[in-house]
């Protein structure tokens, strides 16, 4: 399914947010089970499907890495599901470094003072890989796609960072 | 999801965790890694002369089932040729450590990760 057709918005990378949110909002109260009570059987479970639905989609759309692999796929690079591993030694290299960063924040003299620093670092490489992966899908060549697909690959790293940085905060305020 | 007991094992008790110096030429390094969950293997083997790996050293950042397929492969490699070790699959690490389904990319991790070594190692001789 082209979630970019279902709201009836250009396949992009860039997005309008509010947009895609108030048409979020439109096709859910149009769709809405509550709409079908009376409806015959066959109508009522439409809406039900309908509503599922929307919901993968602006739930895809509304993330930056989802859309670009939603995008990727629709241009015929199927990544989500991938299980082949990552092998570029000076980009693991770097997050294996991050990573020790991470584990040093708990043991560190001012772990908020580290916690800003990894933070920081995280913010600034997701920004440069954002960026990238927003001119690569635009350019829309082959080759381009197949950057697009290792930039979302390396993001993903970086959002799994993020996580557990998040995770390490939670633990040092309880 | 319940881990088999070799799987907690190996994660309660890791073999062979650390690293060896990377400017030390019997030293061969394979880095790899899983987007689709964030970890990162890097797995050390140190190789003699006659081409037997000696030892073999790992750091995983990732679940328990990345962290036991790793630490099996570390084990799993010492004492053996290169051709040996690339022979390693990851259904062998799956089966050994009976990891379900939705761990299985961690066996091929592992595998992946020992390849790269090799690979590695392969590099550094020839270049």
Not at chain 2, 28 to 45: R, S
Request: contains cysteine; proline residues 3%; charged residues 25%.
């Amino acid at each position: 399914m082209n979630y970019f057709q279902l709201f009836d918005l250009p396949a992009t990378f860039e997005l309008d947010l509010t947009e895609l949110g108030s048409r979020y909002l439109a096709l859910q109260r149009q769709f809405h089970p509550d709409n079908y009570a009376a409806a015959s059987n066959r109508d009522r479970l439409m809406s039900v499907q309908q509503t599922a639905n929307i919901n993968d989609a602006y739930h895809s759309l509304k993330q930056p890495l989802l859309r670009a692999e939603h995008l990727l796929a629709l241009r015929g690079l199927k990544i989500s599901h991938e299980q082949r591993s990552f092998t570029d030694p000076v980009f693991l290299m770097q997050q294996m470094e991050l990573r020790e960063q991470l584990e040093e924040i708990s043991t560190s003299d001012d772990p908020d003072d580290a916690i800003m620093a990894v933070e920081q670092q995280l913010q600034q490489q997701r920004k440069v890989l954002l960026k990238q992966l927003a001119a690569a899908l635009e350019a829309n060549t082959a080759e381009q796609n197949q950057q697009a697909a290792e930039l979302v690959r390396k993001l993903k790293f970086f959002f799994k960072l993020q996580h557990e940085l998040e995770l390490i905060e939670q633990q040092l305020q309880d | 999801m319940a881990y088999s007991n070799k799987v907690i094992d190996h994660y309660e008790n890791p073999r062979n965790v650390g690293s060896f110096a990377k400017d030390d030429p019997s030293i061969a390094t394979g880095m790899v890694g899983a987007p689709a969950c964030g970890d990162v293997m890097k797995l050390q083997i140190k190789v003699n002369e006659q081409g037997i790996i000696e030892d073999a050293k790992f750091k995983t950042y990732g679940c328990g089932s990345a962290i036991a397929s790793s630490s099996l492969v570390t084990e799993w490699v010492k004492g053996k040729s290169l051709d040996e070790a690339q022979q390693i699959k990851n259904t062998d690490i799956a089966h050994e450590l009976a990891l379900p389904p939705v761990k299985i990319h961690c066996s091929i991790l592992a595998e992946d990760a020992i390849k790269a070594a090799i690979a590695d190692y392969k590099q550094k001789r020839g270049g």
